[in-house]
């Protein structure tokens, strides 16, 4: 995996993306344990605990026997959960980088709203 | 949570230098285990205790709850896989597959024979006239055919090129996933294996100095870049494993950083970068001789 922090966040993530933007939609069936691990080249026990960590959230469910799917309602509660921390996440960084270019705020707001209107 | 291998202030001296000294920690049942250190520091030492070819000099050592010294039904269900491996006089790659295959009651045939064909050993060359990587192959594949409970790797890939590293990681973890065991892997490619790990033990000068969870070591550490003021206010109380300054730059490698005084980190202009697992324990290994030389 790319970055540092603990790989099984990384995985819940990874997840949560792929429901965010369409390719997983709900009911459908998530890969395996295993085809997570040789996919990603990590411990099973790992992927394991990145998969069960959305269980707990109920973002995915458990067929017994069969595997783990996507829960219905995952990707509203997903989006709403990404713009709690849009702000402190996106926002607040990109302002803290304006104001020490000197950027002001109407500047800034105009940025935003040509990228927008792309 | 059952432990396949406890010690219990484990020491072993040769002459007068301590080898192991006082190490106590456990592995859990199918869970993989970095056993990770410098040269000479008694990661070698440690496993041949563990299997039992070692009397420890004091403390206690035990494999599936039992001393492993002379336990033939431990060591049954043990294979200890090194790169030191002697083999008979005469043995060729065929007969040391061959006797594994008897001693090993989980052999798998058809997993050696793949195996044997995806790192090319030549079965009829004697072993001693194989190259290191042929050897080493030698090992690998009866490391994983064998399915034995415990699998013990010490360096098993000298001579190894990178892309025959890459098939005995995947094979290993294929394998590992389908049949779960534990495995206890000594290595100096930490970047290499880091992912694979669930386990770190990490010994210096024969003394444990980590022994955690790998995902809780990860992001455990993290390198601030930026304006020498304002590093050095984060800096400021911490557990700090590096530090370096270029005229009004600095950067420094911090332990314990929460996710709000990261966040007020890059508010306040700083870079921060992770600390892969390889250089944390780069780290805290350099750290440890530090102390030493100035006492």
């Known amino acids: 995996m790319d970055d540092d922090r603990p790989i099984f966040l990384q995985i819940a993530e990874q997840i949560e993306g792929q429901i965010i933007d369409g390719s997983m939609p709900e009911e459908t069936q998530v890969p395996s344990i295993n085809a997570l691990a040789a996919f990603h080249r990590i411990n099973p026990a790992t992927a394991l605990k990145g998969v069960n960590r959305l269980v707990d959230t109920g973002v995915l469910y458990k067929r017994r026997g069969i595997g783990m799917f996507v829960a219905e309602g995952a990707r509203a509660a997903l989006v709403a959960q990404r713009r709690d921390s849009f702000r402190s996440e996106y926002v607040r960084p990109l302002v803290a980088e304006a104001n020490r270019l000197a950027i002001g705020g109407e500047a800034l707001v105009d940025m935003i709203r040509q990228e927008a209107a792309k | ?295």
Request: aromatic share 6%; net charge negative.
């Open chain 2, 1 to 295: 949570m059952t432990a396949v291998i406890a010690t219990s202030g484990l020491t072993k001296r040769f002459g007068r230098t301590n080898a192991v000294s006082d190490a106590t920690f456990e592995v859990a049942e199918h869970s993989i285990c970095g056993l990770l250190g410098r040269n000479g520091a008694g990661k070698s030492t440690l496993m041949n205790l563990i299997s039992g070819q070692e009397f420890a000099s004091s403390g206690e050592v035990a494999v599936f709850g039992e001393n492993p010294v002379e336990n033939a039904p431990v060591l049954a269900r043990t294979c200890f896989i090194k790169e030191s491996q002697a083999y008979p006089e005469g043995f060729k790659g065929k007969h040391a597959l061959r006797a594994a295959s008897w001693i090993f009651p989980h052999w798998d045939h058809e997993l050696a024979a793949e195996l044997v064909d995806e790192f090319s050993v030549p079965m009829d060359r004697l072993i001693k006239k194989m190259s290191r990587g042929q050897r080493s192959a030698v090992g690998v594949v009866i490391g994983i055919a064998a399915r034995a409970d415990l699998t013990i790797f010490d360096e098993p890939y000298a001579g190894l090129d990178a892309v025959a590293r890459q098939l005995f990681y995947d094979r290993l973890l294929q394998d590992y996933s389908q049949h779960p065991r534990t495995i206890l892997m000594s290595t100096h490619l930490i970047d290499e294996v880091a992912d694979l790990l669930d386990h770190v033990v990490v010994i210096d000068n024969g003394r444990l100095i980590m022994n955690e969870s790998a995902d809780e070591l990860r992001g455990t550490a993290t390198t601030l870049a930026g304006k020498h003021s304002e590093v050095q206010r984060f800096a400021e109380g911490r557990d700090v494993l590096a530090w370096d300054a270029l005229g009004g730059l600095a950067t420094v490698t911090i332990v314990g950083l929460t996710d709000d005084e990261r966040r007020e980190a890059l508010e306040a202009g700083l870079e921060a970068s992770p600390v892969s697992l390889q250089q944390l324990i780069i780290g805290r290994t350099r750290g440890n001789q530090r102390e030493e030389n100035a006492s």
